[in-house]
């Protein structure tokens, strides 16, 4: 008898092609689609996906658990001046929670995903291993550090060991109709998350003062949420060289802006880590790269275990824009090791 598998549609180009891969080789596919209750899905063209591949679709109503594990969670970090990643929390809590959960209920033995990453090794004392896809500037794996081995020993990725060509490629094959590829939160398609968090029901910050370094305000902000760290363009503060923010105090209501060397820090606080395999013990001290942000280049780093999920980061290389609420992501070589949240940058690392 074929192993069942399901997979999570989209009605994306890689989640398709992921599930035909699967076909191909044997599988017995079902697909899921996953509603979060925001009208921008694409649940028309997950069912003509299903209808062109020839497997059965169904259709999970996630949206009360999307709303508080994902969008508060949203919400909250920006409260808190802090900038968060709610791809990274949806794949954990959300994604894989309920293809798993609906794949133990139809009896199926794996789930799968379109995601651009890779799972080597077998169950057993080492665990199995996750690795960035072989396509570099597609690869996912830093949206997946929270992923453990009760996930990896059900799940498939079976566009990690190809290119985004490929699978576009394949696509055509298969008569799947191109889509533009969506670079935006999903529940926020305009990609104004300031607009989207004024419309959301909680009490939004106040305006406040824009500081410098020495405590002189040289500026105002319409509230702490409207800002991150890093940011450059939009603060309106005149001055011969640009300003960058350094620091959200939401207690104050207060920004602290720096120039562009102020915002280089030699490592950081992360808490809440989480290892896909083999967690290092308490006090160990072991050696990888960095990445601070999707997209960063990653930095090399002395990486120290302190109790209660907690690391000290020593950089190599200074780095700057080091966010609170983001991801830190710990690889050997391509091999992802774990991660955590930021929670503060240390300039005496």
């Not at 709303?67 to 949806?90: H, M, Q, W």
């Not at 005149?238 to 207060?254: G, Q």
């Not at 109790?307 to 290389?317: D, H, K, L, P, Y």
């Not at 949240?341 to 300039?347: D, F, S, T």
Request: proline fraction near 4%; aromatic fraction near 8%; glycine fraction near 12%.
């Amino acid at each position: 008898m074929k192993k069942g598998v399901l997979v999570g549609i989209s009605g994306g180009v890689d989640s398709a092609v992921a599930a035909a891969i699967l076909k191909e080789s044997g599988y017995r596919v079902e697909g899921l689609y996953i509603q979060n209750g925001f009208p921008a899905g694409s649940e028309r063209e997950a069912a003509a996906v299903a209808d062109r591949l020839g497997f059965p679709l169904y259709i999970l109503d996630a949206a009360s658990s999307f709303g508080k594990d994902v969008v508060a969670y949203f919400a909250g970090e920006y409260l808190s001046g802090r900038t968060p990643n709610p791809c990274i929390v949806c794949n954990k809590k959300i994604k894989l929670r309920y293809l798993l959960e609906e794949a133990h209920a139809r009896g199926l033995d794996s789930i799968a995903t379109g995601h651009y990453a890779r799972i080597e090794g077998s169950v057993g004392e080492d665990g199995l291993r996750l690795f960035k896809g072989i396509d570099r500037e597609k690869d996912q794996s830093y949206f997946l550090f929270q992923v453990g081995q009760k996930e990896l020993k059900h799940l498939i990725f079976p566009n990690g060991d190809k290119t985004k060509k490929e699978i576009q490629k394949m696509a055509m094959g298969l008569g799947l109709p191109p889509r533009k590829e969506s670079q935006e939160i999903c529940f926020i398609p305009d990609d104004n998350y300031r607009n989207f968090l004024e419309t959301y029901p909680i009490t939004l910050p106040r305006p406040g003062n824009i500081m410098d370094r020495e405590g002189n305000v040289v500026g105002k902000h319409r509230g702490t949420h409207t800002l991150t760290i890093g940011q450059r363009k939009g603060l309106n503060i005149a001055s011969r060289r640009p300003y960058y923010v350094l620091e959200i105090n939401t207690e104050r209501d207060e920004v602290i802006v720096g120039r562009k060397e102020d915002q280089f820090v030699g490592g950081l606080v992360a808490n809440n880590c989480s290892w896909i395999s083999n967690k290092p013990a308490d006090g160990d001290t072991l050696h990888a790269r960095t990445y601070i942000r999707y997209r960063h280049e990653g930095v090399d780093s002395e990486i120290t275990l302190l109790s209660e999920g907690q690391v000290r980061i020593r950089f190599m290389t200074p780095q700057k824009a080091v966010a609170p609420g983001q991801a830190a992501v710990f690889f050997q070589g391509d091999r992802l090791l774990g991660g955590g949240w930021i929670e503060r940058g240390l300039h005496n690392a």
